[in-house]
């Protein structure tokens, strides 16, 4: 069984400041761990992955994660806000048993302040 | 990367008919994915899109309401059947066009509202 969590239903940064959005997983198996963003009426854009290679992943715009396995979290950051960053955010879990299944988390909805 | 186009974007339907969604891939995929994104909410998977065989549906989703159909390995239909405002939601289908490491690419999505 897999599930996904992200700790925050909305985030409010000004622009400029760091980003910080929490995502912990639950995986029986070894799991495959994504960021996507999705902006008002526009489709899904992956941000970053991990596929158990480097736990520190970087991906487009600025934007990395990390795979802490001892606490299973998979938290996305980003050092400056810039306020295209403002959308809804989804960490996802796939294990590796079930290819392509992907469990979506809540999503976190990020609002940027000039 | 693939290129995913979906058809219709949106449609606003009445009560009790059906609407059946394409999803248009520009090269050949392994996989395709149906998901629902009701208002506010986030995706939940609908079912795995087989080639030349029935889709493998998730719990809580069932080839009644929801017949899927893949005849090749570029394009898969979703129908929704004898719709009702519980189905107004955004329907997306997802493709994994490379086997490893499972990046799975969405298309723009449709826009379902029924009335």
């Known amino acids: 069984a897999q599930s996904v969590t992200q700790l925050d239903s909305h985030v409010s940064v000004s622009e400029g400041t760091p980003v910080l959005l929490r995502c912990n997983y639950s995986?029986?198996?070894?799991?495959?761990l994504f960021w996507y963003v999705q902006h008002p009426n526009k489709g899904l854009q992956l941000l970053l992955k991990?596929?158990?290679?480097?736990?520190l992943v970087k991906g487009i715009n600025g934007f990395e994660a990390e795979f802490k396995k001892s606490e299973t979290s998979f938290h996305l950051t980003k050092p400056s806000a810039h306020m295209s960053d403002a959308a809804e955010y989804f960490c996802?879990?796939?294990?590796?048993?079930?290819?392509?299944?992907?469990?979506f988390g809540a999503g976190t909805q990020v609002v940027v302040t000039p | 990367s693939a290129v995913i186009s979906q058809k219709p974007s949106r449609d606003i339907c009445q009560r009790g008919t059906s609407l059946t969604i394409q999803c248009q891939v520009d090269?050949?995929?392994?996989?395709m994915f149906w998901y629902r994104q009701q208002p506010g909410q986030s995706l939940t998977l609908i079912a795995t899109?087989?080639?030349?065989?029935?889709?493998?549906?998730e719990s809580g989703f069932v080839i009644d309401k929801f017949p899927i159909s893949r005849p090749n390995l570029t394009f898969s239909t979703l129908t929704v059947s004898n719709m009702s405002p519980e189905d107004s939601s955004i329907y997306l289908c997802?493709?994994?066009?490379?086997?490893?490491?499972?990046?799975?690419?969405f298309g723009p999505g449709t826009r379902l509202t029924v009335t």
């Open positions: 899109a087989n080639q030349g065989s029935e889709a493998t549906y």
């Open positions: 997802s493709v994994v066009w490379r086997e490893v490491p499972y990046e799975q690419y």
């Open positions: 996802v879990v796939s294990p590796s048993d079930s290819w392509g299944k992907f469990q």
């Open positions: 090269s050949q995929v392994t996989m």
């Open positions: 991990y596929t158990s290679a480097a736990t």
């Open positions: 995986s029986s198996y070894s799991p495959s």
